[in-house]
T-cell receptor
Framework: AQTVTQSQPEMSVQEAETVTLSCTYD???????LFWYKQPPSRQMILVIR??????QNATENRFSVNFQKAAKSFSLKISDSQLGDAAMYFC?????????????FGTGTRLTIIP | DSGVTQTPKHLITATGQRVTLRCSPR?????VYWYQQSLDQGLQFLIQ???????AKGNILERFSAQQFPDLHSELNLSSLELGDSALYFC?????????????FGPGTRLTVT
């Protein structure tokens, strides 16, 4: 079974600075999908960024980018120019590409605080 | 707004009772997933339905059951409720085809068992 580990329960960053959230995972599959979800105080789960394992190029979405290291099974999220609205819980998630195994496996989350 | 709706938003009930949570997926999405978010267990997958049929099962208790109806909405039934069932229950939907598709999450139902 796949597992996802987020070793930083809490992180903080000054507004306009850059922060990196860590995520590692364990799997025996060679192809898979990885996601970062954001959960603000409203509790809504919002997709931030996604990555396909067979693509070596790191995904980027505006101020959000990932550092995907397949051999190390690492998938970190970098937030540039941090804004107050980025304050939230961030969850790393894994999904298998296999039929019937499409569930998301989540890490325990990192609470990000933005310091004005 | 993800396009996924869940009712009710909040539910308070007593131990031993039974409740039904409802989810309407995004238009065109065939897959519905149920997740439970609790303080001690984190975010856990419960069950998935695809076009009316059960496709995958996770850590779902025998006291819990779900179904997906012909109009694709889904219901999660929780019975013989215990204090530990208090949690935020999310429904998510997706196209369900293979590929890098997104699971869109509803706003959740907050269940409190007293």
């Amino acid at each position: 079974a796949q597992t996802v580990t987020q070793s930083q329960p809490e992180m903080s960053v000054q507004e306009a600075e850059t922060v990196t959230l860590s995520c590692t995972y364990d799997t025996s599959e060679s192809d898979y999908y990885l996601f970062w979800y954001k959960q603000p105080p409203s509790r809504q789960m919002i997709l931030v960024i996604r990555q396909e394992a067979y693509k070596q190029q790191n995904a980027t979405e505006n101020r959000f980018s990932v550092n995907f290291q397949k051999a190390a099974k690492s998938f970190s999220l970098k937030i540039s120019d941090s804004q107050l609205g980025d304050a939230a819980m961030y969850f790393c998630a894994y999904r298998s590409p296999n039929f019937g195994n499409e569930k998301l496996t989540f890490g325990t989350g990192t609470r990000l605080t933005i310091i004005p | 707004d993800s396009g996924v709706t869940q009712t009710p938003k909040h539910l308070i009930t007593a131990t031993g009772q039974r409740v039904t949570l409802r989810c309407s997926p995004r238009s065109g999405d065939l897959s519905v997933y149920w997740y439970q978010q609790s303080l001690d267990q984190g975010l856990q997958f419960l069950i998935q339905y695809y076009n009316g049929e059960e496709r995958a099962k996770g850590n779902i208790l025998e006291r819990f059951s779900a179904q997906q109806f012909p109009d694709l909405h889904s219901e999660l039934n929780l019975s013989s409720l215990e204090l530990g069932d208090s949690a935020l229950y999310f429904c998510a939907s997706s196209v369900g085809d293979r590929g890098l598709y997104e699971q869109y999450f509803g706003p959740g139902t907050r269940l409190t068992v007293t």
